[in-house]
């Protein structure tokens, strides 16, 4: 008997130790942060058992006392058990929260009983194991019944250790906590350690040591388990803080290479128009000084240079504002696009008037974005749409609906429309249908898809050739302010 008692306490203990040295603190699973108060049941019930070792190697007067001591042990083994147990089930739903003073209740209760009994030892022994035993690993092992759907769909490897983890502790409520040593009172006179060996012929500590080695093992196995996870929460958070920092460098890098960009853009342009101003101011010179000698030819040549110039002009500064677009360093706010339709028309006035063009509008919301980008959208469409337009003079409606996450805005005109062919075209830079006639970059649409892209929205037309067209644009909900 006295090897049962040593590896029945060996394997409490190794499950204390176990237990209490598993980091909790990183782990992501329920049941991880109360696992130490099984480690400190553990502990205590595996010393209980080693004084119970002792006690048969040499009478307890041998040492002086070793019977107090494992008096006082057994019950608080078990109340460690039942907290384990009440906390759980109190961390898993609310309802069960009234349960958390019942391991202070019935351990005040089992200390009134054996002050007050003449036999503290076999009383104490008893209704630890009555009013301490019992409920600690029947509530503990229904919380781990109610715990098995969130590790089924969670970390379904351990499923199968936590269904015997419950199931053993019932057998080993049983064999603890109902079979008690025998006394005169029932139901330890009728329900016993001797009745047990007279009626299986297996001392009931046997019983209890495998009960207390599959515990034990099964244990273990699930903090494999855990500690695997914690190792993968450690390696996923250092992955994740690596590719932060690398976020930050290479926004970082881009912003330097943003800038050089820009800086670039504007160094070419300007050393772009500076001929070019020099070219147009010397054509128009001559024209001036020698006009009257030239020809209709001559003239006409001259004005083709002159032409000529102005686009390639207009072309260099469509190329600059587009390079400028998403890298001017603005950041996004909230933008009451009402108020950015105004400056829009207000920039647009000389070709509204000069065009006759009527344009209107309904309420439209308030966004989160760049204030002057959203304002360059609206002003390339409307202006795109008074542009485009026949004998007819220009009419523009801008409208907006909520469509699931999105605000899908809408500017609508009767211009001279767009053959399917080239509905997706024309966003692509220098894509421009009629660029002679109505003296086009083919740059303000390409801006128009690439501020909406930047806005995480998207950018479509709907038209045939002589019915007006349709221009949709969406900015994301989820972004307004």
């Known amino acids: 008997m006295i090897v049962i008692y040593f590896f029945y306490g060996l394997a409490f203990f190794t499950l204390g130790i176990s237990l209490l040295f598993y980091p909790k603190r990183n782990s992501r699973f329920k049941l991880a942060s109360t696992l130490s108060i099984i480690g400190l049941f553990g502990i205590f019930h595996g010393v209980n058992e080693w004084i119970d070792m002792f006690t048969l190697i040499q009478k307890p007067s041998g040492i002086p006392y070793l019977r107090t001591v494992g008096l006082i042990i057994l019950p608080v083994s078990y109340f460690f058990l039942l907290l384990f147990g009440t906390k759980s089930l109190s961390e898993l739903n609310r309802k069960y929260s009234a349960l958390n003073t019942l391991p202070i209740f019935l351990f005040i209760t089992w200390t009134i009983i054996t002050t007050v009994s003449a036999q503290h030892y076999l009383i104490g022994n008893i209704w630890a194991r009555y009013l301490l035993g019992i409920p600690g690993t029947f509530l503990s092992s229904y919380a781990l019944i109610l715990h098995l759907p969130y590790f089924k769909k969670n970390i379904p490897s351990i499923t199968a250790n936590i269904k015997i983890e419950a199931s053993t502790f019932i057998f080993y409520g ?32 046997v019983f209890r040591t495998f009960c207390a080695i599959v515990l034990a093992y099964n244990m273990i196995s699930i903090l494999r388990i855990f500690n695997w996870e914690t190792n993968e929460l450690h390696d996923e958070i250092a992955k994740r803080k690596k590719l932060e920092q690398d ?4 926004l970082v890098e881009l912003e330097e290479s943003n800038k050089a960009l820009e800086q670039f853009a504007y160094m070419a342009s300007h050393d772009l128009k500076s001929p070019l101003i020099s070219i147009s101011g010397f054509a128009n010179l001559l024209k001036k000084e020698y006009g009257d000698t030239f020809d209709k030819n001559a003239n006409e040549y001259i004005e083709f240079i002159v032409s000529s110039i102005n686009r390639m002009e207009n072309l260099i500064n469509g190329l600059l504002a587009y390079s400028r677009i998403g890298i001017s360093g603005s950041k996004l706010t909230t933008v009451d696009v009402n108020k950015v339709f105004v400056r829009a028309i207000a920039n ?10 009527k344009i209107t509008h309904d309420s439209l919301p308030t966004v989160f974005g760049d204030d002057v980008q959203l304002e360059q959208l609206l002003q390339n469409l409307i202006g795109n749409a008074i542009k485009f337009h026949d004998n007819e003079s220009p009419r523009v409606h801008i409208s907006v609906k909520q469509k699931a996450r999105n605000w899908v805005f809408s500017v609508k005109d009767n211009g001279i429309g767009i053959a399917s062919e080239n509905r997706e075209k024309i966003f692509d830079m220098f894509q421009c249908l009629n660029r002679d006639k109505y003296k086009s970059t083919g740059i303000g649409l390409a801006a128009c898809k690439k501020i909406v892209e930047l806005h995480g929205g998207k950018i479509w037309v709907e038209s045939q050739l002589n019915t007006g067209s349709i221009f949709y644009f969406t900015i994301p909900i989820a972004s307004a302010g």
């Open 174 to 205: 049983i064999f603890s906590g109902i079979i008690v040593p025998e006394a005169a009172f029932f139901p330890a006179s009728f329900i016993n350690d001797t009745v047990f060996m007279n009626k299986v012929s297996i001392h009931i500590q």
């Open 247 to 250: 976020r930050e460098k290479l």
């Open 348 to 357: 647009l006035t000389v070709d509204i008037e000069k065009n006759r063009a």
